[in-house]
């Protein structure tokens, strides 16, 4: 779809010539291809994914623009404040009627690395990386025997899995299933070595799979 190699380096008229081959390509394989996607925003899947350059969510699962509403931040964390996360998954869920979000973390990822460290000096960003870092804490002594690569492939999956939890406890997730509306909260990991997805097996799709303690009245 485009030219570029990796290795070289692009500059902002290189973008913008990309993007004009980009669209001539489009147009001329599909005359309709931007009327159809300018008509209708209907997807079925929200995907929550890490910022990380090398993940691109439309390609890793092969769908063209239009097909999945993406919402990304480093280490692909949900915390319940967060508006703008928040506000994502509000529109998925209440207007685009979106049947399945995948929270998907990667192996090699940046963010949980630096949480398995010491905070330095990365200001804001340690702060965002604080609840990794708690658990890591909490699973610290059973990972200790691993290599600290294996050791930061189990945290990626850890993290996952965790902020699955943390979608499930919030009152737009509980108030969807409880209008009886279908979704489902997927956990995946994306291997950047060989481009597959690890389906985590933690899929949460009913109110009566979310713990007694953090459920709606």
């Given amino acids: 779809?485009?030219?570029?190699?990796?290795?070289?380096?692009?500059?902002?008229?290189?973008?913008?010539?990309?993007?004009?081959?980009?669209?001539?390509?489009?147009?001329?394989?599909?005359?309709?291809?931007?009327?159809?996607?300018?008509n209708q925003q209907n997807p079925e899947f929200l995907w929550i994914g890490c910022s990380d350059s090398r993940v691109p969510a439309n390609q890793i699962i092969n769908?063209?623009?239009?097909?999945?509403?993406?919402?990304?931040?480093?280490?692909?964390?949900?915390?319940?404040?967060?508006?703008?996360?928040?506000?994502?998954?509000?529109y998925a869920v209440e207007v685009l009627k979106v049947r399945h979000i995948l929270v998907v973390g990667?192996?090699?990822?940046?963010?949980?690395?630096?949480s398995m460290t010491s905070p330095g000096n990365s200001g804001i960003v340690d702060d965002w990386?604080?609840?990794?870092?708690?658990?890591?804490?909490?699973?610290?002594?059973?990972?200790?025997?691993?290599?600290?690569?294996?050791?930061?492939?189990?945290?990626?999956?850890?993290?996952v899995r965790m902020q699955v939890q943390n979608l499930v406890r919030t009152k737009l997730i509980q108030r969807a299933w409880l209008n009886g509306q279908p979704l489902s909260v997927h956990g995946w990991c994306y291997s950047l070595q060989n481009g597959l997805v690890t389906d985590l097996e933690c899929t949460i799709s009913g109110f009566d799979k979310v713990s007694q303690l953090y459920r709606l009245d």
């Fill in 1 to 38: 779809m485009c030219d570029a190699h990796p290795h070289k380096s692009l500059d902002i008229d290189d973008l913008l010539r990309q993007n004009r081959d980009w669209s001539s390509k489009m147009q001329a394989d599909d005359p309709e291809f931007f009327s159809r996607l300018s």
């Fill in 63 to 90: 769908v063209p623009p239009g097909e999945v509403f993406v919402h990304r931040n480093v280490a692909n964390v949900i915390y319940h404040s967060d508006m703008n996360a928040m506000s994502a998954v509000q």
């Fill in 106 to 114: 990667h192996y090699g990822c940046g963010g949980v690395q630096a």
């Fill in 129 to 159: 990386l604080h609840p990794i870092r708690d658990e890591y804490i909490r699973h610290r002594e059973e990972l200790a025997h691993l290599p600290f690569r294996e050791q930061a492939d189990r945290m990626c999956e850890i993290n």
